[in-house]
């Protein structure tokens, strides 16, 4: 059974950093995908990042791009969202998400597709 564990969120100034990790545990398959999606109260999920491990592709949000950055510590089995030059509409749960195999190419942040979430951690920007 594949865990997931966020960590990293907190409070923060606008303009400030703040870098999310999500620790998976259990995960068998060579190939998979993981994510990193947001959610604001009364809204859906919101797709920020994702990475392929088995060929390392990347794809981001087009309107987080340059602020917001995925990456992975395959010797952890740790993904982290490093988040720059934060705003006040950031402030969301956080959460972190991985399926077996890749993405959907015509619709990586379809969150239907991912089996597993982590709990989310809570990002708090003020202005």
């Known amino acids: 059974q594949v865990q997931l564990v966020e960590s990293g969120g907190g409070s923060v100034q606008a303009g400030g950093s703040l870098r999310l990790s999500c620790a998976a545990s259990g995960t068998t398959d060579d190939s998979y995908c993981m994510a990193w999606f947001r959610q604001v109260p009364g809204k859906g999920r919101e797709g920020i990042a994702l990475?392929?491990?088995?060929?390392?592709?990347?794809y981001a949000a087009d309107s987080l791009k340059g602020r917001f950055t995925i990456s992975k510590d395959d010797a952890k089995n740790t993904l982290y969202l490093q988040m720059n030059s934060l705003k006040p509409e950031d402030t969301a749960m956080y959460y972190c998400a991985a399926r077996d195999g890749g993405a959907w190419w015509w619709a990586p942040f379809a969150d239907s597709q991912y089996t597993y979430w982590g709990q989310g951690t809570q990002v708090t920007v003020s202005s």
């Open positions: 990475i392929n491990t088995d060929d390392r592709t990347t």
